[in-house]
């Protein structure tokens, strides 16, 4: 499915009374409702009524609104959408009569409304944020109100069991006393001749003897009912434990895991490990105090056997135990996690870290013993096989060097974690490729293991599997890899079989995936007109509905472009690495329009002043940033060949531009240097050309032959003192080299001027003069 408009995501966020605080007759809701579209194509927040350079634009801006308004009401022929039809048409009525002398006034009114629009949603925004953060602290206390309940619990468990204690001591004192009494009552009866009041002495030990049983057999039923209670109580106290346990281990920590995979893509973690590692802790606690109170359980039934039968509770014992142990034995397995998962486009002979911790490791002592993590390299099949029988056996598929540490607890943080600061990945065995597999589709995982005892009784093995790892010897490897990671951790489902991903996906979900990456690599997001061109370059069509068309892995980085020898992805990658290395600044200010069409740009540069500028990625080259603007007439429009990260780095974008005399406005009427100023070098002192070390310094700038260029009148003429002028191309006619009007010709690099002081020497690198500013279609 195609990602939502603007206008939908604000539906979601507001509410109808919130539109009725926006609009009114004025600015009726029907207008921006039934022309979202059209608002959405306009720089509002650039736009200034009080502005008096922005007069002309306001202008235009006003004349084509309200024949959008004409136009989308002549497009309503049926029956239902007549009331709707009168409405705009008298709308775009009213706005002739009353605004057509004062536009200004109505594009101030329209710019107030979207203003209202943008504040209220950032506010519903915020709102959801702390919502969300309400959400986890709901969580939080409500797994703590269970955990004090269950707490509660085992304490009261705990005073059933001192009392059963107690009666125990006192059961033992009253079988001793009664077993001496038996003694000395066989005694007299060995001895009834000899003693002349035997058979007195005889008959009051037998009656003491009968009252000592007769205690003897109330108290054994009362410790039979009251271990039979505490037994009870053991099995709720497990029957409390195991919710409490399932939603920590198979939500919680579930959860983390998968926003874990999906920050590898640009998400940031809504769930706090250490939270989590509270609630473990506290879990483990519980469950140990539990495990304890079932061993006295045990005692007292082997203490209490001697005297009397306890039917069942040996059995029943022997389960409550071997369920606490089950629940210790998973707790400890699903807390040993990856805090610092390996880099999941692994280079070989390249150092790399990562860190694992033992969430509930403090609780249970077991730095003690000092335990070893060892760290190997499994293929796919292999961590399959892992995970068939939860357990590894020694499998690897390479060489890491510096794969062994010990845990160390660090207790002011309670964590008991390894970090590994210096793997380095040596060798690695592929499996055979089929098909059209490269080996940038494998992917491998990283084996975390380790074994210790808890006291002299539990024998722990715990492992766990990185993210898939996708293994390279080249960088030249790295765009097709982080394709493969990219999809993987956008789309990997929880519990699957390792590694499957699904072959297609809707594209709804590939352009949040898209947007997420772009917007942590760039620190701005894609606009849903971003998005469509993308889906459009993705399914090689233009001007379909993409609600229900799903993309293909083969789509997404297989299938080469048409007229183009790269694919969807790798385009979609440069254009990501350029901006993040080069162009993070102007991008994230909204300077560099990025994802459009040439020939729209063209269009929409056609109807806007000399000298207005656009940016825009090149769809012919990798990584390319283009810049298109306004001739002078109106039918003219050209672009520069694009500039590369090379380029970029030689000399930054915005003194680029300002090389450029004759880009003046930034798309649709910003001024450059309001645009692009902060961005600007510091020139060097022409006056003192001459460097400490005695060397003069060279300045390069960028030049197009022909038209002005640094230390230019605009008009292709040198204006910097003692230059030969016939040492300058110029151009008698920019008009004619209209973009469209062009043929196949080649395009060259912008030239490049250096500049001593007040004279300058230029490296013109043109054959021919109309090669420098246009380039034909097909590179475009």
Aim: glycine content about 4%; some cysteine.
């Amino acid at each position: 499915m195609s990602p939502i408009t603007a206008w939908e995501k604000l539906q979601q966020n507001l509410h109808g009374e919130d539109f009725q605080q926006i609009y009114n007759d004025h600015f009726p809701i029907e207008v921006r409702q039934l022309l979202s579209p059209w608002f959405e194509t306009k720089a509002w927040t650039e736009i200034d009524p009080d502005n008096l350079e922005h007069e002309g634009y306001i202008k235009g801006l006003f004349v084509s609104f309200v024949d959008e308004i004409v136009s989308k009401a002549n497009s309503m022929v049926t029956n239902e959408q007549f009331v709707s039809k009168l409405k705009l048409i008298d709308t775009a009525k009213l706005y002739k009569e009353k605004y057509s002398q004062n536009p200004k006034e109505l594009i101030r009114i329209i710019k107030k409304c979207l203003e209202s629009e943008s504040l209220m949603a950032q506010q519903n925004n915020s709102l959801m944020e702390v919502n969300v953060k309400s959400s986890q602290e709901l969580e939080n206390i409500e797994i703590m109100q269970q955990m004090e309940l269950i707490s509660n619990h085992v304490t009261h468990t705990n005073e059933i069991r001192m009392t059963i204690q107690s009666d125990i001591d006192s059961f033992n004192i009253l079988y001793s006393e009664c077993s001496k009494c038996t003694q000395h009552l066989q005694h007299m009866r060995n001895q009834r001749m000899n003693i002349p009041q035997g058979p007195e002495i005889e008959r009051k030990l037998k009656q003491e003897k009968e009252l000592y049983e007769g205690q003897l057999k109330t108290q054994s039923l009362s410790l039979n009912n009251a271990l039979c209670v505490y037994i009870n109580k053991l099995n709720e106290s497990l029957n409390l434990l195991s919710p409490v346990q399932a939603h920590i281990i198979d939500k919680a920590l579930i959860q983390w895991k998968r926003e874990q995979q999906l920050a590898g893509n640009g998400y940031k973690y809504m769930k706090d490990i250490d939270v989590i590692q509270t609630w473990c802790e506290k879990l483990c606690d519980l469950i140990w105090i539990t495990r304890s109170q079932i061993k006295e359980a045990d005692r007292f039934r082997v203490n209490l056997g001697r005297y009397f039968e306890l039917p069942q509770s040996c059995e029943i014992i022997n389960t409550l135990l071997d369920m606490t142990t089950q629940y210790l034995s998973s707790l400890v397995a699903s807390t040993f996690v990856i805090i610092t998962q390996p880099p999941q486009v692994l280079k070989t002979n390249t150092r790399f870290v990562a860190e694992v911790r033992l969430l509930i490791g403090g609780k249970l002592n077991i730095h003690m013993t000092s335990p070893v993590v060892k760290v190997s390299i499994v293929s796919e099949s292999q961590a399959n096989q892992i995970i068939g029988r939860n357990k590894p056996d020694g499998e690897s598929c390479g060489e890491i060097l510096n794969c062994t540490g010990k845990m160390e607890y660090q207790p002011v943080q309670r964590h008991l974690s390894t970090n590994f600061r210096s793997m380095q990945l040596k060798k690695i065995k592929r499996t055979e490729k089929k098909g059209t597999e490269s080996v940038m589709d494998e992917k491998f995982s990283i084996l975390f293991s380790s074994k210790f005892f808890i006291g002299n009784e539990l024998q722990f093995e715990v492992w766990n599997l990185s993210l898939p790892v996708v293994v390279i010897v080249h960088g030249n490897q790295d765009p097709h890899a982080w394709a493969t990671v990219t999809w993987d951790n956008a789309f990997a489902e929880p519990g699957r079989v390792p590694f499957n991903v699904p072959d297609k996906v809707p594209w709804r979900n590939v352009a949040e995936a898209l947007n997420m990456k772009f917007s942590a690599a760039t620190g701005r997001g894609l606009s849903e007109e971003s998005l469509t061109f993308l889906a459009e370059k993705a399914f090689r069509m233009q001007n379909v509905d993409f609600n229900h068309m799903v993309l293909s892995w083969s789509q997404f980085c297989k299938e080469p472009l048409p007229q183009r020898s790269f694919t969807f992805w790798e385009w979609f990658y440069a254009v990501m690495k350029i901006t993040r290395e080069h162009l993070k600044g102007p991008w994230t200010d909204g300077a560099i329009m990025g994802f459009i069409r040439k020939s729209d740009a063209e269009e929409m540069l056609t109807r806007y002043a000399t000298g207005t500028f656009l940016l825009r990625f090149s769809d012919s080259e990798l990584g390319g940033l283009t810049v298109a603007w306004a001739g002078s007439n109106d039918s003219d429009a050209y672009s520069l060949h694009p500039f590369s990260a090379k380029d970029l780095s030689i000399r930054n974008l915005a003194d680029r531009l300002l090389d450029l005399p004759y880009l003046t406005k930034l798309y649709p009427d910003i001024d450059k240097n309001q645009a692009f100023g902060k961005y600007y070098t510091q020139p060097p002192n022409i006056s003192t050309p001459v460097t400490s070390n005695g060397y003069l310094k060279p300045l390069l700038v960028t030049h197009v032959p022909g038209w002005g260029g640094p230390g230019t009148n605009g008009q292709g003429m040198n204006s910097y003192p003692n230059t030969p002028q016939n040492h300058m191309f110029h151009v008698n006619s920019p008009g004619n080299c209209s973009i469209r009007e062009t043929s196949s010709v080649h395009s060259e690099p912008v030239n490049n001027m250096m500049a001593f002081g007040n004279d300058s020497l230029e490296m013109d690198f043109s054959s021919n003069l109309n090669d420098i500013s246009h380039v034909d279609e097909a590179f475009f």
